[in-house]
C-alpha cells in the first residue's frame, strides 16, 4: 500500500525563524492536504494540492506539490507561537501521516 | 453551530466494560470516519462510512464496531474495553468527491475528540 514519510518528526524553532516540514510518498499521491492540530485540539484543514507543481500560500505559510507528485513540503516563514501545533499531510483515503510537531522558542 | 459533534469529550471506565461514542455531524456530507490518536499523536483511521455504508475498515479488533443509522451519524461501540484502548479517538466527515472510491479527498471536519481512558 501507499506510504508516506513525514520529516522531521519533531521541529524545535526559534521566534522569528523559517522552517520546512516534508512529505515523501514511495508512490504517485492523486492530492495531498495539510492539517494542523493545536496541542488538545482536533486537527484542522489547512489547504489542498492537487496538480504538478503546485504552490499555494497563506500569509506565512507556502505550501507545495512536486512535480512528480510524490511530495509535498509546508514552509512557515518567521515562525510564531501561534505556530505552535502538529502539522499533518494527509493523503489517499485521508490517511495522516506520522506529523511534525513544531515548538517555539520564544 | 457545532459541526461535527461528539460525545462523550471525556470517558473513563474500567477494563472489560462496553462504552460508545456518539458522533454527528450537520454539514450534510456523505462521509463520515473514526480515528484513534494514541500517545504519539499518529493519527490512524479505523473505519469509513459512506452513505451509511462500510467503505473503510482498517485492521481494527472486532471489539470496535461501528454503526450508522443515518449518514448524519455515525457512532463506535467498544465491548470489552482494554488498558491499549486508550486514546483520543476522532470523528470526521466530509464530502465525498468521487463516491465510494474516494479517489479525490475533500476538505474533513473533525469533532473535539473524546479522550478514552481505561483504567
Known amino acids: 500500500g501507499q506510504q508516506v514519510m513525514q520529516i522531521p518528526q519533531y521541529q524545535h524553532v526559534q521566534e522569528g525563524e523559517d522552517f520546512t516540514t516534508y512529505c515523501n510518498s514511495s508512490t504517485t499521491l492523486s492530492n495531498i492536504q495539510w492539517y494542523k492540530q493545536r496541542p488538545g485540539g482536533h486537527p484542522v484543514f489547512l489547504i489542498q494540492l492537487v496538480k504538478s507543481g503546485e504552490v499555494k500560500k497563506q500569509k506565512r505559510l507556502t505550501f507545495q506539490f512536486g512535480e512528480a507528485k510524490k511530495n509535498s513540503s509546508l514552509h512557515i516563514t518567521a515562525t510564531q507561537t501561534t505556530d505552535v501545533g502538529t502539522y499533518f499531510c494527509?493523503?489517499?483515503?485521508?490517511?495522516f501521516g506520522a506529523g511534525t510537531t513544531v515548538t517555539v522558542r520564544a | 453551530d457545532t459541526a461535527v459533534s461528539q460525545t462523550p469529550k471525556y470517558l473513563v471506565t474500567q477494563m472489560g466494560n462496553d462504552k460508545s461514542i456518539k458522533c454527528e455531524q450537520n454539514l450534510g456530507h456523505d462521509t463520515m470516519y473514526w480515528y484513534k490518536q494514541d500517545s504519539k499523536k499518529f493519527l490512524k483511521i479505523m473505519f469509513s462510512y459512506n452513505n451509511k455504508e462500510l467503505i473503510i475498515n482498517e485492521t481494527v479488533p472486532n471489539r470496535f464496531s461501528p454503526k450508522s443509522p443515518d449518514k448524519a451519524h455515525l457512532n463506535l461501540h467498544i465491548n470489552s474495553l482494554e488498558l491499549g484502548d486508550s486514546a483520543v479517538y476522532f470523528c470526521?466527515?466530509?464530502?465525498?468527491?468521487?463516491?465510494?472510491?474516494?479517489?479525490?479527498?475533500?476538505?474533513?471536519?473533525f469533532g473535539q475528540g473524546t479522550r478514552l481512558t481505561v483504567v
Open positions: 494527509v493523503y489517499y483515503k485521508l490517511s
Open positions: 470526521a466527515s466530509s464530502q465525498a468527491a468521487t463516491g465510494v472510491f474516494l479517489i479525490m479527498n475533500t476538505e474533513a471536519f
